[in-house]
């Protein structure tokens, strides 16, 4: 199983632009990376899923160089909202790690 | 609306008792999942299934018991073989197969927390 190293935690200012790094150097040919959120007490929500290059959608963006690596999960204007874990995973299967914990300051 | 429910959100179980945790979908998934979460840990899977009437051991499949007799229905029964059963215990369920966008997307129920007294 391909496995992934993330910051253990994050600090932010509401409004700034924050870029959360994963590596994942045994990332195998038919692997997808994707990114989850979760909130204290619920399941964690889909965020985003890429393969190569660049992914966007409504909540964020995902960066992901040619040789697939790493990654960079990139949430624009964060608010207080968006404190949160955000885990990353490659598979399938997907394996939870301890994900970052991102806390958003006023 | 679509989606997962996990009953009960509260449960409390003396030691030595087994206790059957619901997780019912009704998103027409073909797969489903069983985690657990420990306090500042992330989630450890227990059981998953591609099918009804099949399923495979997770990672700590220790302790617990699954059945799928529904695609709709994934119970989960902690039996008083497992050691240490007080966590979040959570449900989830995708679209298996398919490659898309949202391929590993996995659409998670509100969870349930129990404690062994």
């Known amino acids: 199983l391909a496995k992934t190293t993330q910051p253990i935690s994050m600090d932010s200012y509401e409004g700034q632009e924050v870029n959360i790094t994963c590596s994942h150097n045994?990332?195998?040919?038919?692997?997808?990376i994707t990114w989850y959120q979760q909130f204290p007490s619920q399941g964690p929500r889909f965020i985003i899923q890429?393969?190569?290059t660049k992914v966007t959608n409504e909540v964020a963006s995902l960066f992901i160089p040619a040789d697939r690596k790493s990654s960079t999960l990139s949430l624009p204007r964060v608010s207080l909202s968006d404190t949160a874990v955000y885990y990353c995973?490659?598979?399938?299967?997907?394996?939870f790690g301890k994900g970052t914990r991102l806390s958003v300051i006023a | 609306d679509g989606g997962i429910t996990q009953s009960p959100k509260y449960l409390f179980r003396k030691e030595g008792q087994n206790v059957t945790l619901s997780c019912e979908q009704n998103?027409?998934?073909?797969?489903m999942y069983w985690y657990r979460q420990d306090p500042g840990q992330g989630l450890r899977l227990i059981y998953y299934?591609?099918?009804?009437?099949?399923?495979q051991k997770g990672d700590i499949a220790e302790g617990y018991s699954v059945s799928r007799e529904k695609k709709e229905s994934f119970p989960l029964t902690v039996t008083s073989a497992q050691k240490n059963p007080t966590a979040f215990y959570l449900c989830?369920?995708?679209?298996?197969?398919?490659?898309?966008?949202?391929?590993?997307?996995?659409?998670f129920g509100p969870g349930t927390r129990l404690t062994v007294l």
């Open positions: 045994n990332i195998a040919t038919n692997d997808y």
């Open positions: 995973l490659v598979g399938p299967p997907l394996v």
């Open positions: 299934s591609q099918i009804v009437n099949d399923f």
């Open positions: 989830a369920s995708k679209v298996a197969g398919s490659i898309s966008s949202s391929y590993n997307e996995q659409f």
């Open positions: 890429g393969y190569k």
């Open positions: 998103l027409n998934h073909d797969a």
